[in-house]
């Protein structure tokens, strides 16, 4: 059944009360989905969102990387690096700012990601796949016509 209303811009009482009972359950309806959608969201599917609608990737490097105890120099792994040391010196001499080094460290894994598919140093024992890098097989076409 299809109804027109004929309301003004700014409706008088009556008419404000039967649009509110005709159209109250939808709007009762949006905001509990809107409320749902709101708390699901999650800062990394903002980031993957926003990436897919500028036509960019989103490299995500494994959240046990040591960033900030690599030298982005000379590849040396600090053990032990409390969280109140800001700056460190490596073996090989160089002087790194911790957040600076962590940066550098997260831009080379995340373009050898992208290059390699997966990082360049040795996988984890605890690493889900137990593969390298080298033993994983790339991702299937997501463009083109399929071949017989």
């Known amino acids: 059944m299809e109804r027109a209303f004929k309301y003004r811009f700014y409706p008088n009482v009556e008419q404000a009360s039967e649009l509110a009972r005709t159209f109250g359950c939808v709007r009762l309806v949006y ?3 809107l409320q749902a959608r ?7 599917q903002e980031r993957v969102n926003k990436t897919e609608w500028h036509g960019r990737n989103l490299v995500v490097v494994d959240r046990w990387f040591p960033s900030s105890k690599l030298c982005s120099a000379c590849g040396a792994h600090a053990e032990r690096m409390p969280l109140h040391v800001r700056s460190w010196t490596c073996r090989c001499g160089r002087v790194h700012d911790r957040d600076v080094n962590a940066a550098r460290n997260i831009l080379a894994e995340g373009l050898s990601v992208i290059a390699c598919g997966g990082g360049v140093r040795p996988q984890r024992e605890s690493s889900r796949t137990g593969q390298s890098s080298a033993k994983q097989e790339p991702p299937g076409a ?3 016509i399929p071949v017989p």
């Open 38 to 44: 709101t708390e699901a969201w999650t800062l990394r």
């Open 31 to 33: 905001n509990m989905a």
């Open 142 to 144: 997501t463009q083109g």
